[in-house]
Every structure is written in C-alpha cells, then in structure tokens.
C-alpha cells in the first residue's frame, strides 16, 4: 500500500470513534401518572433537554415562525421555540390589534397596527409567554420559549422524538399549563437512538 493510500486509511479509523458518538436521537413518550388526567385534556405538552455539565447552545433556525390575527383570535394560539427565535406576527383582521405580554423577561408591546401590516418579536429568554390583544379581551395565546433548540412537542399519544442532539449529561424535561413538570436524566452519545419515558406524576419532581 503506498504511503497515501496508508495515511488515508489511519485518518479515516481515527475519524470514525468521532463519527459514531455525533449527534444522536432521543425519543419516547410522555406518561401520566395521575388519575382522571388525560394528554388530549391537558393541552401541548414540551419535551425540552437542559445541559447538566454545561448550558446548551442555542442557535437560531432559520424558519417561519408566525402567530397571526384573524378573526379577533390568534392563530395558532400555542408555539413552542427556541430561545433567539422570531415570531412574525401579521393582522389579517379588516380591525386594528395591538399584541402585547406582561410575560417578563420577555415583555413587550408591538403597538397598534392595520390589516396588511406585520411586526415581529424576538425571545431572548427561555419561559412561558403569555400574549394578548389590549383591545380585544378575549384574544391570548402562549408561547413556550426553550432554552435551546433541543425540544419537541409531544403527540397526542405522548410520543417525541428530539433529533441532533450532541453527545452529553442531560436533563431531559416537561412543561404543560395544567400539569407538574416530569423530568428525569439522560445520556445521549452510547448509541444512535436514546429512548426515554417521562412519567407526569401527581407531585413534581425537584
């Protein structure tokens, strides 16, 4: 084998431990453990990791992330992000809306503004907000922020998936409107695919 060839080879075997512990899957299902509740009942249920040993990075996606207004309603009326993201918020009502949250830190007031025209609001920090209409008292819509990029909303079933997520210590949690926050520790990096279940139980875990 000449020498090219031979130095090829022994850069691709080194790569390889490097290959195999990059970005993995972590998914499962969320569980409830407390009688007469139900997922289809409770409403979006957020599947978020939060770095043990270190915070995640959060680096913004470039997608379309909108709440519009229409029909004195938002829609949709819940969003899930990642800390650093936009929400476009356009008015399609024929009548003025003014979008605002009391939510700190991510408290804000877009003004008044017309049919045709849009403004937007970038969430820097990680939480819930709530969003309402100061002239229509029956809009509100809520945005769960998380911490990074590593999230999903859970199915009807309860099932997530959670895709890229580097090798590393993880706390792997839940967040509902209605229900005690589930959460439990994960490692992700030993194999492709990690598969966890969050039992919501009737006392929130510390």
């Excluded at 809306?97 to 877009?110: A, E, I, K, Q």
């Excluded at 045709?116 to 809520?142: D, L, W």
């Excluded at 309860?158 to 895709?163: C, L």
Aim: aromatic share 8%.
């Amino acid at each position: 084998m000449s020498t090219s060839r031979t130095w090829l080879a022994t850069l691709l075997l080194a790569l390889a431990p490097l290959a195999s512990a990059s970005a993995g899957e972590l998914s499962g299902r969320v569980a409830l453990g407390i009688r007469g509740a139900s997922l289809e009942g409770a409403g979006p249920v957020v599947v978020y990791l939060e770095g043990v040993d270190a915070p995640l990075d959060s680096i913004p996606r470039k997608r379309l992330l909108e709440i519009r207004q229409k029909s004195a309603s938002f829609s949709p009326t819940f969003l899930a992000i990642a800390a650093g993201e936009t929400v476009v918020m356009p008015n399609d009502d024929v009548i003025f809306h003014n979008v605002f949250s009391y939510s700190t830190p991510n408290d804000f007031d877009l003004g008044l503004y017309p049919r045709g025209e849009s403004r937007a609001k970038t969430f820097q920090y990680p939480g819930v907000v709530r969003i309402y209409c100061s002239i229509h008292e029956s809009m509100n819509a809520t945005i769960f922020v998380s911490p990074s990029t590593y999230f999903a909303v859970a199915g009807p079933t309860g099932a997530f998936s959670i895709r890229d997520v580097p090798p590393g210590h993880y706390r792997l949690r839940t967040w509902n409107r209605r229900l005690p926050p589930a959460s439990q520790l994960v490692d992700v990096g030993a194999s492709p695919v990690v598969v966890a279940e969050l039992v919501v139980a009737a006392e929130a875990p510390n």
